[in-house]
């Protein structure tokens, strides 16, 4: 059939590209910019509105977080309805998870891991575009609960079933109006955004690397992404399986999670938590990513044991596969169960364990520079210690069943998502905001961000531990005056201040440096990895040539042509 | 080892192909969404507190079934058939591969309005309806997802747009339509035989 296959591409004409000429694209107008947001598939942009959109919700979901803490503030206090601080920790938590925690995350790996691997953009660009617009989406989506959920029935307004909605709070009877419906379908929505990146991040690793990055060559941080987006499409499907349920359940009256009807409410726990526990190494192997990369710079010395670090991540995300029961200790499961999942818990602390001692070994008997973001990684180590202890104490079984749903949890979770995510976020940001904005952030103002805000973090966050012994449950919207909680609940809340404080002069920072900040030039840390063998910011080719590399710090080896790194690798 | 081959650069970089670590990737997602309904399925047998039951209702899809698997090896041939540039066969093996997935879905909803109709199974009346339409109605979905990219192939295989460099889109869209096969499997074994032993 002559029809199909005759042309060839080798004597085609090379093809012009006409010059783009749309209405509105004078440079520097308000329609110019917001084409320019919404037609790009620049991976380094995509990166940078994920991040920005994170920061947005991070500033409501924390203004929340106050006006929470103020609520507990005094006992018997009237500041917030109890329904409206039902909403308010619901919103809070979904929106630090889903809308803060992952898009930061899938910012850094969108801007810096094409850069890292030497390669032009993602795999598939416009797949990137769609996931990044179906996650705002989605954000959007789930804050216009506020005014679109009462819908006709004049029930509701945010969702208000706590993050992991738990059943039978989301059952029709439970839940009227459509609260729940817009918690259900943003998350489902979240979840293909989420899903979309992450294929798109691991085709690219797998594909684009340049001529030389065999798999051992790749920096630390484009393993752990392969981790973290292996965990995403393994872990993410259940979640999105259990909202289809939820809503087959609440639209056509299915019996997934109706007790009445031979459901299981317990069914529900277990499809959240199989989500949610590997959920929690997504947030956290970014943070480990973030550190793996900083540590070595600023003692420079090359990271310690690099096939062990790799190693520790993988058994990290295996087995967080097959520990998600222990948030379900007091739900009553058989002793086996118990003992196994109370197992599988504490084991995950030797990988946990093997890394930090290798970035604490790169540290040592290194040239250790205390710039901004190794300040962050060095409170970063001390605080993810804190919190992988406090897990391991969660992890014994009958300790588990006194404290579980206190204020023990969430000082614990808080240590992890603050104390070590956020931290190395604001690492990351210090890092690389030189690259993406040719501007180094002022180092004063840095300064009072992290003092302030760790303190701050300390005030809030560690008094909960003792609250939570002394039998404070959480998410109650107050308690009497009798209790002995009070004064912890007011240290918590002064912390607070501090914290806003230092998010405040954080904020400050991103804006005064942008414009008044020092000039950066190419590479202002003496790093190693590609990212800084080109501009800051970086070409929209990112490279003018696509680099070559023999080693995994292909810039030493152009720094130090007499001494390479490849011949001793 | 001496420098001198240390220094020289690796040989040949070869990569391996963007598709196809796509398509592997949203296997193992969708696979991963699959196993949870599976899981659900099978945690709900014999928890029905009324009827139907499954082994009242259910018979073993024969012809659905061997139209779907047919539809693997036709599919295939439809490949090979590619790959030797012989466009009439492939036109011939493609357009067989949608009758026959047409023709599954077909069975699907006849078996479906059986059910609904005739033995009053919905999705409301136990958890074995709600566990059972979801679970059949996800792969029937995925097979409806299947049928359009194989009607897009055709289309642009009939507007004389599959050209050397599109084979591997063509052979991206039969893995997917084996991986919806090999699903398939799974619903058989747990829902039409597994299911239908398990008493109540």
New interface residues.
């Given amino acids: 059939?002559s029809?199909?296959?005759?042309?060839t591409?080798a004597d085609q004409e090379p093809y012009e590209f006409p010059p783009l000429e749309r209405p509105g694209e004078e440079k520097g107008s308000l329609t110019a910019v917001i084409q320019n947001l919404v037609f790009t598939v620049d991976h380094k942009k995509l990166g940078l509105m994920y991040i920005g959109s994170g920061l947005l919700f991070f500033v409501v979901a924390g203004i929340m977080a106050t006006l929470i803490r103020w609520q507990l503030f005094f006992p018997q206090h009237t500041f917030l309805e109890p329904d409206v601080f039902n909403r308010f920790f619901t919103m809070h938590g979904t929106a630090m998870v889903f809308l803060v925690g992952m898009p930061i995350l899938f910012g850094f790996a969108n801007y810096l891991v094409p850069i890292m691997i030497g390669t032009r953009d993602m795999?598939?660009p416009r797949l990137n575009a769609f996931g990044f617009w179906v996650f705002l989406f989605s954000g959007l989506f789930l804050f216009f609960s506020y005014l679109g959920a009462p819908g006709l029935y004049d029930a509701g307004s945010a969702p208000d079933v706590g993050w992991f909605a738990y059943s039978p709070l989301t059952a029709k009877p439970f839940s009227r109006g459509h609260s729940t419906d817009y918690w259900t379908l943003s998350i489902l929505l979240n979840g293909i955004g989420s899903?979309s990146t992450?294929?798109n991040i691991?085709?690219t690793i797998?594909?684009?690397?340049c001529?030389?990055m065999t798999l051992g060559k790749m920096p630390l941080f484009v393993w752990m992404f392969i981790v973290v987006a292996f965990l995403v499409?393994?872990?993410?499907?259940?979640l999105?399986?259990?909202q289809?349920?939820l809503t087959?359940?609440r639209y056509?009256?299915?019996?997934?999670f109706d007790t009445q009807?031979?459901?299981?409410a317990v069914?529900w726990q277990h499809?959240f938590w199989?989500f949610g526990h590997p959920e929690v190494y997504i947030l956290i192997i970014p943070g480990f990513a973030i550190a793996s990369e900083i540590i070595p710079v600023f003692s420079r010395k090359p990271i310690f044991g690099y096939p062990i670090m790799v190693a520790a991540t993988v058994s990290i995300a295996f087995i967080s596969l097959g520990v998600w029961a222990h948030h379900m200790f007091t739900v009553g499961m058989t002793s086996l169960g118990n003992t196994f999942f109370a197992l599988s818990t504490m084991i995950i602390a030797v990988p946990t364990g093997i890394k930090i001692f290798n970035w604490i070994g790169t540290m040592y008997g290194g040239k250790i520079r205390l710039e901004l973001p190794m300040l962050f990684c060095i409170a970063f180590l001390f605080q993810f210690l804190i919190a992988g202890l406090t897990g391991v104490m969660l992890a014994v079984v009958p300790f588990d069943w006194q404290l579980s749903d206190s204020y023990f949890v969430v000082a614990h979770f808080h240590y992890v998502l603050i104390g070590a995510l956020l931290y190395t976020f604001f690492a990351g940001f210090y890092y690389w905001y030189p690259k993406a904005f040719g501007r180094m952030l002022d180092v004063k103002l840095g300064h009072w961000h992290f003092w302030l805000f760790t303190i701050g973090f300390h005030v809030t966050f560690f008094p909960q531990h003792i609250s939570g012994f002394l039998g404070m449950p959480r998410r109650i919207f107050t308690y009497e005056a009798d209790r002995g909680w009070e004064i912890w609940n007011q240290i918590s809340t002064i912390g607070v201040i501090f914290q806003v404080a230092g998010v405040l002069f954080f904020v400050y920072n991103l804006i005064y440096s942008y414009f008044k900040g020092k000039e950066a030039g190419d590479d202002p840390w003496d790093a190693w990895t590609l990212e800084w063998a080109t501009t800051s910011p970086p070409p929209e080719y990112n490279f003018d040539e696509i680099p070559?590399v023999?080693s995994r710090r292909p810039l030493w080896d152009k720094k130090h042509p007499e001494d390479p790194d490849?011949?001793f690798e | 080892m001496s420098s001198a081959e240390l220094t020289s650069a690796p040989a040949e970089w070869k990569l391996p192909s963007q598709r196809k670590v796509g398509m592997i990737c949203l296997i193992t997602t969708e696979s991963a969404l699959f196993s949870i309904f599976v899981v659900a399925y099978l945690f709900y047998l014999g928890k029905n507190l009324n009827g139907p039951y499954p082994h009242e209702v259910l018979h073993f899809p024969w012809w659905g079934s061997a139209a779907l698997f047919g539809s693997s090896a036709t599919v295939m041939f439809a490949e090979k058939a590619m790959h030797l540039r012989k466009w009439g066969h492939f036109f011939f093996w493609w357009a067989f591969t949608m009758a026959l997935g047409a023709y599954f879905i077909y069975f699907t909803a006849a078996e479906w309005v059986h059910l609904i109709y005739h033995e009053d199974l919905t999705v409301q009346t136990n958890v074995f309806g709600s566990t059972f339409y979801a679970l059949v109605g996800l792969h029937a979905s995925h097979v409806i997802i299947g049928l359009v990219l194989l009607g897009i192939v055709f289309i642009a295989g009939l507007r004389g747009k599959i050209h050397p460099d599109h084979f591997e889109h063509v052979e991206m869209v039969s893995w997917y339509w084996h991986f919806v096969d090999a699903i398939w499997v799974v619903v058989l074994l747990v829902v039409y035989i597994i299911g239908v032993q398990t008493w109540s």
């Fill in positions: 059939m029809a199909h296959g005759t042309t591409t795999a598939f899903i992450a294929v691991l085709v797998f594909c684009l690397r001529k030389g499409i393994i872990a993410m499907p259940p999105s399986a259990a289809i349920m087959l359940d056509l009256d299915a019996k997934f009807a031979g459901g299981s069914l499809f199989i070559e023999r490849w011949k």
